[in-house]
């Protein structure tokens, strides 16, 4: 009788392991799904969830910036383990407080794929862009900037702010730095005394005018003074811009010999989809950050019998080819400048053909190509948005 007790319970005790062992499977299964439903691209979302089993109880930890996503997979966890307990954190985190924006306050800040400064440069965000803050590490900050790019940014990188403050940023008159490179003055009487460099797109708050000067303000209520003629009020520059392939194509030749950085998103360098946005952006434009997400924008363009249909201005996208048992793998993008001429980051800025006869052929490129896309007829649409319509350029985030 005894023997037969211990293999009954023997047999329940197995069979309750593989019951819980089922449910896991289960429950991580759901947690790829929802995963891939809600957030499958991780540049642009949050969602680190994992299963933990601690004293016999089993709970989700993690965190993510999608509350639906949340939610859903809380609710479909429970209807498999109704015991199972919510400990995902919902960012952006709440020791933040209020203070869960940000503005740029160096004229380029780095952000990195993890928070330490010898990680990966993941992309970079010029001074006066605002940002979402979601929360910090050991100095550092995960932000997410207009583009939608989600990365670790060093608490020198912003002034945190609360919304209240952000609005006033936003609403307040600013200039916008339109020289490739200078500085920012401490006097309009010794230029040798410097507050910060500046580079092209950096956006400062208008204080007042100095002669040949605009006295400014950074985020952190530093201020300076920089020349007018390498700088001009931001509203007035946004209404003149009218953006078409000529102007697209005569921008991207300003950038002429500039080197290659991976991450790199301003004109002291830049890799080849941070030049593209950098490019659209001094038209107005902003772009999704990497050229893989750049692809699925704007109008496709159909080049399945050469290339007569490209206009300037048409993003070319570079890489490996779909075939058997490989997917495609966009890796490259280029900006089609006419006459089978594109310009591209690739070691630095430079130009290449198509046209198999000239000396700036690039065969590798050619058989690399993969399609081209239209971005100035698809404004506000697939991840293209005009800087007065991005919500965080007008503090809707």
Known sequence: MKLK??????????????????????????????????????????????????????????KTNLPEAKNKLMEISKEITPEIEDKIITLPSKDLGEKIYGIVNLSVANIRSKPN??????????LGTPVKVLENHDGFYRVQTPDGYIAWVDEDGIEQVNHTELMSWLNSKKIIYLADFGFLYKSTANTKERVSDLVLG???????????????????????????????????????INADGEKITSTAETFMGIPYLWGGTSAKAMDCSGFTKTVYFINGIILPRDASQQV????????????????????????????????????HVAIYKG?????????????????????????????????AKRILTSLNKNGISSISDNKFYTGDF
Not at 22 to 51: C, G, H, S, W, Y
Request: aromatic share 14%; hydrophobic share 35%; proline share 3%.
């Open 296 to 331: 699925h924008s704007g109008e496709l363009v159909n080049t399945e019998n050469g290339f007569n249909d490209l206009q300037p201005g048409d993003l070319l996208f570079f890489g490996r080819k779909a075939s058997e048992g490989k997917p495609e793998k966009v890796t």
């Open 117 to 126: 400064h010898p990680e990966e440069l993941a992309t970079q965000a010029l």
């Open 5 to 62: 007790l211990i293999y009954i319970l023997l047999f329940f005790s197995f069979y309750l392991f593989a019951q819980e062992k089922t449910n896991m499977d289960i429950l991580q299964n759901k947690i790829l799904e929802i995963k891939n439903q809600f957030a499958p691209d991780k540049r642009v979302a949050v969602f680190e969830i994992e299963i933990t089993v601690e004293n016999d109880l089993i709970s989700l930890t993690g």
């Open 339 to 371: 006459n089978l001429e594109y310009i591209h980051a690739s070691g630095r800025i430079k130009i290449n053909s198509f046209d198999q006869s000239k000396d700036n052929y690039s065969k590798y490129r050619h058989s690399s190509f993969i399609r």
């Open 202 to 240: 950096d956006i400062l708050k208008f204080v007042g005018d100095e002669g040949e000067f605009y006295k400014v303000e950074f985020p952190d209520a530093r201020q300076g003074y920089v020349e007018k003629s390498f700088a001009s009020d931001f509203d007035g520059w946004f209404k003149s």
